[in-house]
């Protein structure tokens, strides 16, 4: 099946600093990806949808000033975590993509795991 | 209102006692029901799609049902390699007009040798 990469895997960072998480599909081109945000024993959380050459689509209540979102190419988007703070502490995980006609299939990176001191 | 709803949270078995995990929904126009699993620090991994009512698949000791209302999860003959977070998700739709992805809390699943 279709491969899904995100890098890094881990990141630990000081509170204030930004930090940029990539999401790459490996084998295929995706004009949209899915950002979503888990917490310790919670289910996924979407923040985003991530448009290849257009702005990305923010779910209510993600600030767009703080994740900022970048879909290069057909096959990389990046999230920025700005000005980081301990409450951004979480697993972020991307996705790639959701709709291909009948064949509905989502393919998960990862996941990215961010601590912030 | 939640438009997926998991149940159990939690659910503990003993290797080979079979058992069922359920998946709720209340979207309309339902285009798609889907099954994933996801291990701890991973995301998740695919498992089945189910479009239609009375409509079921099957992977080794999984097999998925879908009705108008809800899926199950049949879990046949558990092992301990079964443990996992089952996730159900469905396309919901937003107020743009397009669909996004919804998930369910997921079922932690923990099957004790």
């Known amino acids: 099946g279709a491969v899904v990469s995100q890098h890094p895997s881990w990141v630990i960072c000081k509170s204030g600093t930004s930090v940029k998480i990539e999401c790459r599909s490996l084998?295929?081109?995706?004009?949209?990806m899915f950002w979503y945000r888990q917490f310790p024993k919670q289910s996924l959380m979407l923040m985003a949808t991530s448009n290849e050459g257009s702005k990305a689509t923010y779910e209510q209540g993600v600030e767009k000033d703080k994740f900022l979102i970048n879909h290069a190419s057909l096959t990389l988007s990046t999230l920025t975590v700005t000005s980081a703070h301990p409450e951004d502490s979480s697993f972020y995980i991307c996705?790639?993509?959701?709709?291909?006609?009948?064949?509905?299939?989502?393919?998960f990176g990862p996941g990215t795991r961010l601590t912030v001191l | 209102e939640d438009q997926v709803t998991q149940s159990p949270e939690a659910l503990r078995l003993q290797e080979g006692e079979s058992s069922s995990l359920n998946c709720s929904y209340t979207v309309s126009g339902l285009r798609g029901l889907f099954w994933y699993r996801q291990d701890p620090g991973k995301g998740p991994e695919f498992l089945f799609t189910l479009y239609s009512a009375g409509e079921e698949k099957e992977k080794e000791r999984l097999k998925a049902t879908l009705t108008k209302k809800e899926s199950f999860l049949h879990i046949t003959a558990p092992k301990p390699e079964d443990s996992a977070t089952y996730l159900c998700?469905?396309?919901?739709?937003?107020?743009?007009?397009?669909?996004?992805?919804?998930f369910g809390r997921g079922t932690s699943l923990i099957v004790h040798p």
């Open positions: 084998d295929f081109q995706a004009t949209t």
């Open positions: 998700a469905v396309p919901a739709p937003e107020s743009g007009g397009s669909y996004i992805p919804t």
């Open positions: 996705s790639a993509p959701w709709f291909s006609g009948r064949h509905n299939e989502q393919f």
